[in-house]
């Protein structure tokens, strides 16, 4: 499946939480939040494999692929994309680290971005 949005995300971020970790396969997931407004389904809506609830928080992947391609998250009022699934350059780049209280202990973060133990205070 496929998905557009415009170049109007709001935060990036790198999230090195266990779930995050696990769903990627990697060290950490680098997302992307917008505005599920400005986030459509552009082809494939029938091979969305969707983990959480229709109504509630939810990851969906491609059931042909695999891939994570999005989570639904914020009471719904946003959509984080991870940003290896982008197909073009975001002017975006993460800012921070979030939970890296529950990183991966065979990884070293070498940027100089702030690091947070879970999430940034407001
Ligand atoms: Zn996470």
């Avoid at 971020?13 to 950490?28: D, E, I, K, L, P």
């Avoid at 969906?60 to 982008?86: D, I, K, N, Q, W």
Wanted: one cysteine or more; charged letters at 20%.
């Amino acid at each position: 499946m496929a998905y557009a949005a415009p170049d109007a995300f709001e935060y990036a971020m790198n999230c090195h939480c266990s779930q995050c970790r696990r769903a990627t396969g990697a060290a950490f997931k680098p997302f992307a939040g917008i505005r599920r407004r400005d986030f459509r389904i552009t082809q494939g809506e029938s091979s969305i494999f969707l983990f959480g609830s229709q109504d509630g928080p939810h990851d969906a992947r491609c059931s042909v692929c695999g891939s994570l391609l999005y989570s639904v998250v914020r009471e719904g009022a946003y959509v984080h994309v991870p940003m290896g699934t982008l197909v073009d350059e975001p002017s975006i780049r993460p800012s921070i680290h979030i939970f890296v209280g529950s990183k991966a202990p065979w990884y070293a973060i070498t940027d100089t971005l702030p690091q947070f133990e879970t999430f940034p205070e407001r």
